[in-house]
């Protein structure tokens, strides 16, 4: 079964401090999805239209496993805490078998 994956991007983040409510509530969603966070606000390198803001990367054993994680009643919590002014692009892909 080929994996799920959550893709953030934060074009920008004018108070980062703002995050803390969604972080403490996303992280325990997260992981009772079953999903494990790959890659947090590290290092980017970013090439033609790329961001260099943060990138987020959380990684579900499945599709369907990351679409059910979003769609939960403990994520969808999480997003009301998401502060006024955050701009973010959020995807769900399938990775390859």
Same mark, same amino acid.
Not at 47 to 55: D, F, L, M, S
């Given at each position: 079964?080929a994996?799920g994956?959550?893709?953030?991007?934060?074009?920008?983040?004018s108070?980062?401090e703002?995050?803390?409510?969604y972080?403490?509530?996303?992280?325990?969603a997260?992981?009772?999805g079953?999903?494990?966070v790959?890659s947090?606000?590290g290092? &980017?390198v970013a090439h033609e239209?790329?961001i260099?803001?943060r990138v987020v990367?959380?990684?579900f *054993? +499945? $599709?369907e496993?990351? &679409?059910?994680?979003y769609?939960s009643e403990?994520y969808q919590?999480?997003?009301?805490a998401?502060? *006024? +002014? $955050?701009?973010?692009d959020?995807?769900?892909?399938?990775?390859i078998?």
């Amino acid at each position: 079964m080929a994996k799920g994956y959550w893709v953030s991007v934060y074009p920008a983040i004018s108070d980062p401090e703002m995050l803390t409510a969604y972080n403490g509530l996303a992280g325990p969603a997260v992981r009772a999805g079953g999903g494990r966070v790959l890659s947090r606000g590290g290092r &980017v390198v970013a090439h033609e239209a790329g961001i260099t803001q943060r990138v987020v990367l959380v990684e579900f *054993d +499945g $599709f369907e496993e990351a &679409v059910a994680a979003y769609e939960s009643e403990a994520y969808q919590k999480a997003l009301v805490a998401l502060p *006024d +002014g $955050f701009e973010r692009d959020f995807r769900i892909v399938e990775g390859i078998d």
